[in-house]
Structures are given as C-alpha cells and as structure tokens.
C-alpha cells in the first residue's frame, strides 16, 4: 500500500512540474494548423505593428527554435523559425505578444524594467549557485568543517532559488504583454477575426504560463539537491 501511495505521490508530482510545459506545447501545435491561415508571416506581422507604433529603434530576427523573446538590451524581437516564417494563429499570436514585450519597454512600464533587473541578478546567482554547489565537497574535504560545507550548499540552493523566484514573478508582466497589449492590437487592427479571438486567448495564456512551466521544472532540480543534502 505504502509503495502505491508513492507511486501515486510521483506522478502527482511530475505531473505538476512538467505537465504546464506539456500543456503549452499542446496549444501550441494545435493552432500551428491549419499552416496558410494568414497571408503574411510572424515575423511580417511583428515588423508592422513596430512600424504602426513608430517604433523605428527595434528590430525583428530569426532565432532558434522555441526562443521567442524580445531583448530589451540589444533591441530586438527574436522569434523561432515557426514564428518567423508561420502564418498559423499561433506564429500571429506569439508575434504580437512578443511586439507585446516591446510596447511595455517603450512605454517604461515600471513591473517591466523591475523583471529586466531581477532577471539580470538571477544570472549571475544561478550561475553562483551551481559554482558553490559543485566546489561544495573541495571546501568540505579542505576545511572538513560539515558546518561549512553545509553553508556553501546553501548558498548555492538560495543562488539557484532566486532565479526560480523571478520565473513566477514574470507572469505578470507575461499577461500584460499578452492581454493588456497583444491582444487589443491584434482585435482593434482587424488582423485576427472575432472568433479567432477566442482562441488567441488560449495562445497568449500558454505563452504567459511558458514561464511558470520553467519555474515549476527548476523546483524538481531544487527538490533534488534538498534531497542530496538530506543524506
């Protein structure tokens, strides 16, 4: 009974860490179909809404797959050759919420310029983090201090912990990109139908939650180093 009920607990678990990215996959390859919905691609569509909002300092480039983002640094909308090249709801949609993420940077959006700040100090600490991690055993075997050891394991797990913070503090700034930007421009420009519309919500959730997923899959990677340390 008892090794049921674990079995049971495992899957609940998994399915909780790697069932939102099987989920946002799934929208995602649904709406990718039918391939010719619309006469102009992603990566068309993102150029002229810049051009429509007089955004003349960004600019649109193919990246690798599953990469869409905008970079705010180097100012740059980058999509995955599905996006780029698509002309599926989906690549319309994925364009316009990354063209989303531009709106709120030019705008200067206060929760946007916050996340872009957080999210730099989460590279430097999730790299610091696995670096502590790795060198743990070196210090504990040189200074043979548990105690130390013990520390530098948890600084390495907080360093790590920081930046699967910051994944669930993005959402936010993912739903406004998607619905307070995205999709108003999408309706208001007649580029999607009324009926379209409903299902561009889908598309634009699944992006936003894209991040959730991430955050959720880096929890497993923190459970498991909990679990090392327990021994």
């Known amino acids: 009974m008892q090794i049921v009920l674990i079995i049971i607990g495992l899957g609940l678990f998994l399915g909780l860490i790697y069932g939102p990215r099987a989920w946002v996959n799934r929208v995602f390859k649904k709406y990718s179909s039918p391939e010719d919905l619309f006469e102009g691609t992603g990566g068309e569509l993102a150029i002229y809404l810049l051009e429509q909002l007089n955004i003349k300092n960004v600019t649109v480039e193919q990246t690798d797959p599953e990469q869409d983002h905008y970079d705010p640094v180097e100012k740059v909308v980058r999509l995955s050759p599905d996006i780029y090249s698509g002309k599926s709801l989906t690549a319309i949609t994925v364009a316009a919420h990354e063209v989303g993420h531009v709106m709120q940077d030019m705008s200067g959006s206060k929760l946007f310029k916050l996340r872009l700040s957080m999210v730099r100090i989460a590279q430097v600490t999730e790299k610091m983090g696995s670096a502590a991690i790795i060198v743990m055993p070196f210090i504990g075997i040189i200074t043979r ?41 999408l309706k208001s420009g007649n580029y999607i139908s009324e009926s379209q519309s409903t299902h561009a919500r889908v598309i634009l959730k699944a992006a936003a939650y894209t991040y959730v997923a991430s955050s959720l899959a880096n929890l497993f990677n923190l459970f498991r180093w909990f679990r090392i340390l327990r021994r």
């Open 145 to 185: 201090s548990p105690a130390v050891g013990g520390l530098i394991f948890g600084l390495g797990i907080a360093g790590i912990a920081f930046g699967t913070l910051v994944h669930f503090i993005t959402l936010p700034v993912e739903l406004d990109a998607s619905f307070n930007r995205a999709l108003p421009m």
